[in-house]
């Protein structure tokens, strides 16, 4: 298979990159963007010396065509176009969030400007998600908070076991933010401090995390989403919590955990009493996850670590890819994080 990566100087360009590399199955067509077009990629992705030597080409459907799968790395807002002028012949994966939105209102809300129609959401935990991602020739990435929320809170509520009122308060890595040049990113305002950003429901991942669960648990979900920023390049720890259904007790919501969890190949609940941290997926295409119950407060709470990069971005794409094109759902794609 050929695979084409628009948006290839970025960070999730580069994260695509690494991964298919290690894919026994891709090989790696044609890479573009935008002002870097006409520069080698060794500029950009140092950590990639078997393609250093690559040009970089302008992002155009005529670049782009030709090739079996095409990822879309780009910003908000530059996918659809593009992908509308590639035919069904090519699968085309949207990183961005141009189509992961089923609600037009929504996507004006939040995003403003025309919406592009909602693809197959590449999450393949979610109940029922692995058969519509079969065959599959458009794939939306989901953002990286939706995944970690959505890999945390589908199991307590495919199960019943929580109430529609969930509150997330989630730490990020800065790559989250892509790699141009942003105030509250700079090394001096970023090192040795956490920042929260996007208060008051605001933030754009809140209706595609309200969107997921609210199909998980067949009613309305409401979200309270705070996102933070924490001084690491990678990873994303997100603390997730919804009152309790009647009756649950900590030994039918692990029991639940646990078998709907037990067949996926990249999502693990951590032993009792070990609580996730970012180290333990970095790099991989895992999540991390811990459940517990407040028996307190009455809340089901779930905390989950992923890579921003990995599972949040460029893996979660390619497994899903992998199921589009009937391949087996782990090919090339890191199970082990980097310790410690
Ligand atoms: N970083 C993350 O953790 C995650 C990112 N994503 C999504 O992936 C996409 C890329 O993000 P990320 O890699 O972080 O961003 P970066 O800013 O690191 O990279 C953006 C890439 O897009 C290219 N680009 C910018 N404008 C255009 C344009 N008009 N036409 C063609 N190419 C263009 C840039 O090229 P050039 O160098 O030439 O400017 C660069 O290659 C975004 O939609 C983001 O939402 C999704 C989940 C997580
Ligand atoms: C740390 C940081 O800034 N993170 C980004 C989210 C990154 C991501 O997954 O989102 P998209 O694909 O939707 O851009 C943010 O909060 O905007």
């Excluded at 079996?68 to 593009?82: E, K, Q």
């Excluded at 509150?167 to 141009?180: E, F, L, P, R, Y």
């Excluded at 001084?231 to 009756?247: D, F, V, Y």
């Excluded at 992923?306 to 087996?328: C, F, M």
Aim: with cysteine.
């Amino acid at each position: 298979m050929r695979a084409a990566i628009a948006g290839a100087s970025g960070y999730a360009g580069g994260e695509l990159l690494r991964i298919l590399l290690g894919h026994p199955e891709f090989e790696i067509g044609a890479l573009t963007a935008a002002s870097s077009a006409g520069s080698r990629l060794g500029a950009h992705q140092p950590h990639l010396p078997q393609l250093a030597d690559r040009v970089i080409e302008d992002t155009s459907a005529e670049t782009l065509a030709g090739h079996d799968v095409v990822f879309l790395a780009l910003p908000h807002g530059h996918s659809a176009a593009v992908a509308a002028q590639l035919g069904d012949e090519t699968v085309v994966v949207d990183c961005g969030a141009d189509h992961r939105l089923t609600d037009p209102a929504a996507w004006q809300e939040f995003y403003g400007g025309e919406h592009a129609g909602s693809w197959p959401y590449g999450l393949p935990e979610l109940p029922g998600q692995r058969q519509i991602l079969t065959s599959a020739t458009r794939i939306a990435v989901p953002g990286c908070y939706p995944t970690s929320v959505l890999l945390a809170l589908s199991p307590a509520f495919a199960a019943g076991l929580a109430e529609p009122d969930v509150v997330v308060v989630a730490a990020s890595g800065t790559s989250g933010a892509g790699k141009s040049l942003k105030p509250n990113l700079l090394g001096s305002e970023v090192m040795g401090s956490v920042s929260a950003y996007g208060v008051g429901g605001v933030h754009r991942h809140t209706p595609e995390m309200e969107q997921g669960l609210s199909a998980v648990a067949g009613t309305p979900v409401r979200v309270s989403f705070t996102p933070t920023l924490a001084p690491m390049s990678r990873g994303i720890l997100a603390t997730c919590s919804a009152p309790a259904a009647r009756g649950v007790t900590k030994e039918s919501l692990r029991t639940a955990y646990e078998v709907a969890l037990k067949e996926e190949p990249f999502v693990k609940l951590l032993p009792e009493g070990v609580w996730p941290a970012t180290s333990m997926t970095y790099g991989a295409n895992t999540a991390a996850l811990q459940v517990t119950l407040d028996e307190r407060a009455g809340r089901v709470v779930a905390v989950i670590a992923i890579d921003n990069l990995t599972k949040g971005t460029a893996g979660g794409a390619v497994q899903s890819v992998n199921i589009a094109l009937g391949l087996p759902e782990e090919l090339g794609l890191p199970l082990t994080g980097v310790a410690p």
